[in-house]
């Protein structure tokens, strides 16, 4: 009985030990994050990296593609737009700039592996810095919705992110050095009427990267690639309707040309997570501490909702008359 007794005596101070070294780190941790939050990481030289970005040809996949070589990137283009790409080609060009291009439909894992194999054959250099851009965004109440437009949706805004990231990763982890950056969206944080697949496609993209970092981070080779997932809010590419929040200095739309530029500021300073006005973050942290009720009156209140009931109840009374 006495040794019993001495196991669990030392079993519960064994416990107390790792509460309390579990007490320091977490201390520590958050010491170091709110320094950071003060006093930003340094942001890391890009120059010489080959950057591969999907969907170059437009929007914000084209602004990233010019700031990047900008840095002295080298950048690769992939776009199903051939047209599209070589503009976006030939403005890195002039500008004196690296660039490559491939015409690809990254929904289709067979072409990616294919332009791969191509990039491997012309010389291009080992892909650093992968970035996931490419989306299609289709607006349809749920029940009305066509049935291609969905799986085309998940096909472009999720399966494309696995296609790319298992054909580029493992010379990231043999290289012990990469970065994976995929665009999601804040319609990937909370969901947005009459875009029911879309919301779900982007939080599909969190899931993705949060379970990939994961995996990766317990593996010690592979401590040296990193993970970013960006998070935009409005950005005028032509996808997205104006939602017309309220306080548009905080939820307005942004160019192509601002949204890359705070991209590559968080792909610089390694940033795991970032959204697009960077607020956005912190009213989300907010808003999942209150119950769900509080939550919905907050963001009603944000997107000016009554108003647009009150609009929409005198479309109806003009029509009918």
């Known amino acids: 009985m006495s040794i019993i007794r001495n196991i669990f005596r030392f079993s519960h101070l064994r416990l107390f030990y790792d509460i309390f070294v579990l007490s320091v780190k977490i201390t520590f941790a958050m010491t170091v994050a709110t320094f950071k939050m003060v006093i930003p990481p340094r942001a890391k030289n890009l120059l010489g990296e080959t950057v591969l970005i999907t969907g170059a040809g437009h929007g914000i996949g084209r602004e990233l593609a010019i700031q990047l070589a900008s840095l002295g990137c ?32 990254v929904s289709k894992r067979l072409e990616v592996r294919e332009a791969a194999r191509l990039m491997r054959k012309v010389g291009v250099p080992e892909v650093s810095i992968l970035i996931n851009n490419a989306a299609v ?60 697949a879309y919301c779900s496609s982007k939080f599909a993209i969190r899931g993705l990267m949060e379970a990939l970092h994961e995996e990766l981070r317990l593996d010690s080779k592979s401590t040296n690639v990193r993970f970013t997932t960006i998070y935009p809010f409005y950005v005028d590419t032509g996808l997205a309707r104006d939602p017309k929040y309220r306080f548009p200095c905080i939820f307005g739309i942004v160019s192509p040309e601002y949204a890359a530029g705070e991209i590559i500021k968080a792909i610089r300073r ?28 907050i963001l009603d209140f944000l997107a000016n909702v009554d108003r647009k009931r009150q609009e929409k109840y005198a479309t109806c009374l003009t029509d009918a008359s």
């Open 137 to 196: 965004l289709y607006h349809s109440s749920f029940l009305q919705q066509d049935s291609d437009f969905v799986e085309k949706t998940f096909s472009v805004n999720v399966l494309s992110n696995f296609w790319t990231i298992e054909t580029f990763l493992p010379n990231m982890i043999h290289n012990r050095r990469g970065h994976i950056v995929c665009v999601s969206s804040m319609c990937g944080i909370y969901g947005v009427s009459q875009k029911v």
């Open 74 to 105: 080298i950048i690769v283009c992939w776009d199903a737009d051939n047209e599209a790409n070589r503009l976006t080609m030939s403005t890195i060009s002039k500008n004196g700039g690296e660039v490559y291009g491939f015409a690809v439909d």
């Open 270 to 297: 390694n940033y795991t997570e970032y959204s697009i006005p960077r607020c956005l973050f912190t009213l989300n942290s907010i808003n999942r501490m209150v119950p769900e009720t509080v939550m919905r009156l």
